[in-house]
């Protein structure tokens, strides 16, 4: 009787030994050479990441290790092993690594930063419930109309500004749906805000991968000492950063006081708090809004990506531009009730989000606890980083990948039956919960650009053609390096047909 729980005790001990043993003899996932004690730091690809993991996994596979002084880094190259990973075993994978950099820049409550947990679910509930199918819905004649002012503005702007154009038509769709307010000039106080986020992104480096990040002790040191730079520009930008979080939010309690406030985020946001029923509090709604104009990014270069793809592939946009004429005609401009009637127009958005995905490698997860996956042990605390890239190209799934070829989506024998590329929107418990309304938005902008207009090349100062290279930049939001073209009205008529589009709406 009283041996029991020495044998509990000796036979406890023996079972973690041979765990311990056991584990530590599970091989990590195979990668490239690596230097002691900095692991990787010397081999990390300092641009156009996602073909380098795409180069390496050739040689180590479709699950790679990669260890960045001390920390662990998965890179998964096929869908097939993050839908295994951040999918099924999304209760272990959907964490996000610690910012320390963001926070010092005062990203608080960003849902797409979040660390995975009580908070992270609330904020998806309210998101997921805003941005649901049905109430995206809702939003489409705001997209309609501001696909129809973003033609306007591509027929009046020189190549130059189409960037800025494209930013004013997601900016001012996610003004109306976040707070309300209707954009009517170049120097409109959100289309400063949309500028601030896009500045802020762009100064401060790849998300966790600055010294500070490495090294949150930096970030209380001043910016000359060494690698402490970026915790200097993060204090410089935290003020700009905090305007995105205060001013909409303080425009739509002005405009309620005052009994004018248009229906939006915030407005039923603080509706709800009126009414006990909210999940956020005001701080929380605040970086829950700033969160949603932050996303503006991705949606403008996806429509850059398009314009891109129809300059290098006339022959795609005359056969979308004779579907539409044949479904609409050319008196008026395709709405969403012509969706499913146009399958190439269909193609052409889903080849467009495949084929130079403006997120190559998502947003980062971070895994929970320790995990074997394939006989391959991997760490808990390991950054997972998808390569959405490196899935566009799989040979598997897309034949010809770096090619744009939009019918490889049709049915056989019109095309190949290939899948659309979701994963351009991520994984799991983390995935984007706004597909629905980025969908539309980039749906109804491709089909009122292609019914209306040609995006033909632009030509140099001695009269040659301009072939833009088909790269895209590095960086968060990803954006086609080269956009020149040149966009002209498709036919006589068009100008009338904006007048009259654009005056039906504001009637
Ligand atoms: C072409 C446009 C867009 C693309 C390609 C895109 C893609 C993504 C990706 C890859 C993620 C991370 C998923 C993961 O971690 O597995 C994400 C997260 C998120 N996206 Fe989007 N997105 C786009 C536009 C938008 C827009 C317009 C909004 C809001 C109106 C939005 C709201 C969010 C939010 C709130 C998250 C954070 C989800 C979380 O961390 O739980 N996205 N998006």
Not at 52 to 67: C, S
Not at 149 to 163: A, I, Q, W
Not at 228 to 257: F, H, I, M, S, T
Request: charged share 20%; hydrophobic share 40%.
């Amino acid at each position: 009787m009283t041996l029991t729980p020495y044998v509990l005790l000796v036979a406890g001990v023996a079972i973690l030994y041979l765990w311990n043993l056991q584990r530590e003899r599970r091989p990590l996932p195979p990668g490239p050479p690596k230097d002691p004690l900095i692991g990787h730091l010397r081999y990390m690809p300092t641009a156009q990441a996602p073909f380098f993991f795409h180069e390496w996994a050739k040689t180590y596979g479709d699950v790679m290790h990669l260890q960045v002084l001390g920390k662990s880094m998965i890179v998964l190259d096929t869908l097939q092993a993050a839908v295994d990973l951040l999918d099924k075993r999304g209760s272990i994978y959907s964490d996000r690594p610690p910012l320390p950099l963001y926070e010092l820049l005062g990203w608080t409550y960003m849902l797409s930063f979040m660390r995975y947990g009580e908070v992270c679910t609330r904020h998806r509930q309210v998101y997921q419930s805003f941005l649901s199918r049905e109430t995206c819905a809702e939003f489409e004649p705001i997209q309609t109309q501001e696909a129809r002012r973003l033609v306007k503005n591509l027929l009046v702007s020189p190549t130059e500004k189409y960037g800025a154009v494209l930013s004013k038509f997601t900016t001012s769709i996610l003004a109306q749906v976040v707070a309300g307010h209707k954009i009517d000039s170049d120097d409109d106080p959100y289309l400063e805000l949309s500028k601030i986020v896009y500045q802020a992104f762009s100064v401060t480096g790849a998300p966790g991968g600055t010294p500070i990040d490495f090294f949150p002790v930096l970030r209380y040191f001043p910016s000359w000492f060494p690698g402490a730079y970026y915790a200097g520009v993060a204090r410089a930008w935290r003020p700009e950063v905090r305007k995105l979080y205060d001013y909409p939010l303080e425009c739509v309690q002005r405009q309620r006081e005052a009994g004018n406030a248009s229906p939006s985020f915030l407005l039923s946001q603080l509706e709800e708090i009126d009414n006990n029923t909210s999940k956020l509090d005001y701080e929380e709604i605040k970086g829950a809004a700033a969160t949603l104009f932050g996303a503006e990014l991705p949606t403008r270069s996806a429509v850059a990506v398009f314009l891109l793809a129809m300059v290098l592939n006339p022959e795609c946009q005359i056969r979308a531009q004779k579907e539409i004429d044949s479904v609409v005609g050319t008196s008026r401009f395709p709405t969403f009730e012509d969706r499913a009637k146009l399958p190439f127009v269909e193609c052409i958005l889903q080849e467009t989000l495949r084929w130079n995905p403006v997120a190559p490698l998502g947003v980062p997860h971070r895994s929970t606890q320790d995990d074997v996956y394939r006989g391959m042990y991997i760490p808990k605390g390991s950054l997972i980083l998808a390569n959405v890239r490196g899935m566009s190209l799989d040979e598997s799934i897309y034949k010809n990948p770096t090619k744009f070829t939009p019918e490889r989506f049709l049915p056989p024998p019109l095309g190949n039956g290939e899948p659309y590329f979701s994963c351009l929107f991520g994984f799991g418990r983390r995935r984007c919960p706004a597909v629905h309304f980025v969908e539309r938005n980039l749906w109804i902008a491709i089909a009122s650009i292609l019914a209306t207009c040609t995006i033909s090349n632009a030509l140099d100062e001695h009269g040659n053609v301009i072939v833009p290279e088909a790269s895209m930049s590095d960086g968060v939001d990803s954006y086609p390096n080269d956009l020149r073209c040149v966009i002209k009205p498709r036919f006589e008529e068009v100008e009338v047909l904006l007048e009259e589009s654009i005056l039906s709406f504001t009637a």
